[in-house]
């Protein structure tokens, strides 16, 4: 165990500051691979991925900041703080703020490891192939389905 506690804004913190940038909590290569916890921090009108399954882990998302909406399928939910979102493995989905403030949640991803991929996304250029660094996870990604939503919404990846 490397910390037994990490100070709010602290830690390892990357990704767009216009677009979502996710602060790594919990590593699960330090905790056997049962969990991850990412902070996702969505600024105003970021969409945080493209319509994306995965199929090796459920991802649970606790708001803790401002709103946040996500699509699963045809269905489009709208979470505020203090709600908790289901993502389970095998889903469709994607989540985004349409708002004009910040929104904050809490990522925890078991089992974990799917952090990796974030951080990889994060580090990549402008110019990425997501569904080519998603497939080692077990990932595929759909931008032509994506599109809808960020026109109607206004929204960027940063």
């Not at 939910?77 to 904050?104: M, S, Y």
């Not at 595929?140 to 960020?150: F, G």
Request: proline letters at 6%.
């Amino acid at each position: 165990m490397e910390r037994r506690i990490i100070r709010a804004g602290t830690g390892e913190i990357s990704g767009p500051p216009d677009g979502c940038r996710d602060r790594f909590l919990i590593d699960s290569k330090t905790w056997g691979g049962g969990l991850g916890v990412v902070e996702h921090l969505l600024a105003p009108r970021s969409i945080a991925a493209p319509m994306h399954v995965h199929t090796q882990e459920d991802e649970f998302s606790f708001i803790l900041e401002g709103r946040v909406w996500a699509q699963f399928g045809d269905e489009e939910v709208v979470a505020e703080v203090g709600d908790l979102v289901f993502k389970p493995r095998g889903e469709w989905h994607t989540f985004w703020n349409a708002g004009d403030q910040p929104a904050r949640l809490l990522e925890m991803i078991s089992p974990g490891g799917l952090e990796e991929l974030f951080r990889a996304i994060d580090a990549a250029g402008e110019d990425v192939d997501v569904g080519a660094l998603a497939a080692p996870y077990g990932c595929e990604a759909d931008l032509e389905r994506t599109l809808p939503i960020i026109e109607k919404y206004g929204l960027t990846f940063g």
